[in-house]
T-cell receptor, first 112, second 112 residues
Framework: DGGITQSPKYLFRKEGQNVTLSCEQN?????MYWYRQDPGQGLRLIYY???????QKGDIAEGYSVSREKKESFPLTVTSAQKNPTAFYLC???????????FGPGTRLTVL | RKEVEQDPGPFNVPEGATVAFNCTYS??????FFWYRQDCRKEPKLLMS?????NEDGRFTAQLNRASQYISLLIRDSKLSDSATYLC?????????????WGLGTSLGVNP
């Protein structure tokens, strides 16, 4: 099946620990994105990548890091520097020359 | 003025009703427009793109008014399964994988 997968679905971590969220797509999309959604809030862009080995900061990049070593994969690391990491994290991808984004099922991160 | 504004609702309507949502955007140069649907605790899913000429997909009709800078979504013959949050999305530049601007969403509840 073609699609975007994120794992795990739920993740619990202790404060001060770094954690990496997985995002994989087999749609052959060039662009990939990471968003954060808090209860009752809109989507906020963390990082995005339009091509392998290149990525740009979004609106709330502080405390996060990414890599794009392969077209299919765009992992997000939530570092201990992120002040309020508990949130719903959504990964999306987009084909070339379109703005339409398709989402994975998301990862709910809870920092205790 | 927010870049993309939506009435948060909630809109509560009976089954079979017709309901319409509007969304205003501030950047007159915006090129692409979308409606996404998000169910509770799930990822957003593309409902439809919005074209200048307007477009229809079954019970759903989307319209774009560039002069007044708003897009609309009309849902006819509402079903219980239409209950969700509807997100208005605007792309400032067409087809080059730039950032999307997301509205906060309009909540719809369809009641038996």
């Amino acid at each position: 099946d073609g699609g975007i997968t994120q794992s795990p679905k739920y993740l619990f971590r202790k404060e001060g620990q770094n954690v990496t969220l997985s995002c994989e797509q087999n749609l052959n999309h060039d662009a990939m994105y990471w968003y954060r959604q808090d209860p009752g809030q809109g989507l906020r862009l963390i990082y995005y990548s339009q091509i392998v080995n290149d990525f740009q900061k979004g609106d709330i990049a502080e405390g996060y890091s990414v890599s794009r070593e392969k077209k299919e994969s765009f992992p997000l690391t939530v570092t201990s520097a992120q002040k309020n990491p508990t949130a719903f994290y959504l990964c999306a991808s987009s084909p070339s020359n379109t703005d339409t984004q398709y989402f994975g099922p998301g990862t709910r991160l809870t920092v205790l | 003025r927010k870049e993309v504004e939506q009435d948060p609702g909630p809109f509560n309507v009976p089954e079979g009703a017709t309901v319409a949502f509007n969304c205003t955007y501030s950047n007159s140069a915006s090129q692409s427009f979308f409606w996404y649907r998000q169910d509770c605790r799930k990822e957003p899913k593309l409902l439809m793109s919005v074209y200048s000429s307007g477009n229809e997909d079954g019970r759903f009709t989307a319209q774009l008014n560039r002069a007044s800078q708003y897009i609309s979504l009309l849902i006819r013959d509402s079903k219980l399964s239409d209950s969700a949050t509807y997100l208005c999305v605007v792309a400032p530049n067409a087809g080059n994988n730039r950032k999307l601007i997301w509205g906060l969403g309009t909540s719809l509840g369809v009641n038996p």
